[in-house]
């Protein structure tokens, strides 16, 4: 079976782009007679972006709060928010400015207005039936690659798994990077983000299920990562447009990701605990199953002085390591993709429940 493999429609890059902006924007409105709807990530809240932006009082302005990631709750409750303004009106563009938390909420209330039932009934591989209105991407933080991948990612509590809109009519339309848009992220947070890309793209490299373009694709955002991050300042503005890149790159090759992302994702749903840094926390445990990476992983959290403090599992009960565990080890295709089809033997509960306690 060959993955028949679609990338994102149209994008621009450079300094400055953002102010492109309007004119495709009005192209849309010439199509559509519908209002736009901007999601804006709520750290933009105090800050001037929306009055840059090319926004009409006719408009719907959503700040998206991220102080968690989505959820299957928040993405209905935004789609109804969507819904009620709309009235019946098609929308001539979502509009997502902010991180992966912000796209992937943009993505996913998008496939739900065209969409009967909620977001938990779309979680999985190809459910979307509808396609979503026109979307834009303009990232304000990288690393997730949600610019150019087909998924939208939402944790479901009631199932205790994290897992994603995966479809094609998931994706953007339009992609706009603008590195001006990243200068005022707080330096951890981009760092924590930007490394996502990094380890999306070893762990695919690393993995068992492959293919040649996934691998270049790969290969050429690690590269850019390891520039950017074993600089001098991973902020410069060349280097935040080269992890832009990075990440857009990263987010078209969307391989296969091995043991890091499974571990991960049981920090986000037992601890809440934002990706990228549940990531960095998730390779800090694993230096057995990728004794290279990490290595490159800590010269580079070491040379842009980021600090991963110990002790987040230290006051934790039985029943939540469990959960930890139970969380991880349901992500049997990433796991089966580093340990094979046997992966449970070497990943046993206490073998999982050990590393989260070095942590
Ligand atoms: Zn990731």
């Given at each position: 079976m060959y993955r028949n493999a679609k990338n994102v429609g149209y994008y621009l890059i450079g300094q400055?782009?953002?102010?492109q902006l309007e004119d495709i924007l009005n192209e849309r409105r010439q199509k559509i007679a519908g209002p736009a709807i901007f999601f804006l990530d709520h750290f933009f809240q105090n800050q001037d972006l929306a009055s840059k932006l090319p926004k009409k009082d006719t408009d719907l302005l959503i700040y998206v709060d991220t102080t968690e990631e989505p959820t299957t709750e928040g993405v209905d409750s935004y789609r109804d928010q969507a819904k009620a303004f709309l009235d019946g009106r098609t929308p001539c563009a979502l509009l997502a400015f902010g991180g992966g938390s912000t796209m992937d909420t943009c993505k996913c209330v998008g496939n739900l207005l065209t969409n009967p039932g909620n977001s938990a009934d779309y979680q999985g591989w190809d459910l979307v039936k509808n396609p979503a209105p026109y979307k834009i991407a303009l990232p304000t933080l990288s690393g997730t690659g949600s610019e150019t991948s087909r998924t939208g990612i939402v944790m479901n509590s009631a199932k205790n798994i994290k897992l994603g809109m995966n479809s094609d009519l998931t994706m953007f339309d339009q992609v706009i990077l603008d590195p001006d848009l990243t200068a005022s992220v707080p330096r951890n947070q981009f760092f924590y983000t930007g490394i996502d890309t990094y380890m999306h793209c070893f762990e695919s490299l690393t993995?068992?299920?492959?293919n040649a373009i996934v691998d270049a694709l790969s290969a050429k955002a690690i590269d850019l990562c390891k520039e950017v991050f074993l600089s001098d300042d991973m902020m410069e503005p060349k280097n935040r447009e080269l992890l832009m890149i990075a990440s857009f790159i990263g987010g078209m090759a969307a391989g296969f990701v091995g043991t890091v992302h499974p571990i991960s994702a049981g920090l986000s749903m037992?601890?809440?605990?934002h990706h990228g840094l549940a990531n960095c926390y998730a390779l800090s445990v694993q230096e057995d199953i990728y004794p290279e990476q990490y290595k490159d992983f800590m010269t580079m959290m070491a040379k842009q002085k980021i600090d991963l403090p110990k002790g987040i599992c230290a006051n934790l009960t039985d029943d939540q390591f469990t959960a930890l565990y139970e969380a991880s080890i349901v992500h049997e295709k990433p796991l089966s993709n580093r340990l094979g089809p046997n992966f449970k033997e070497i990943f046993t509960k206490e073998n999982v429940i050990s590393r989260f306690k070095q942590m």
């Open positions: 400055g782009s953002l102010a993995g068992s299920y492959r037992v601890l809440h605990m």
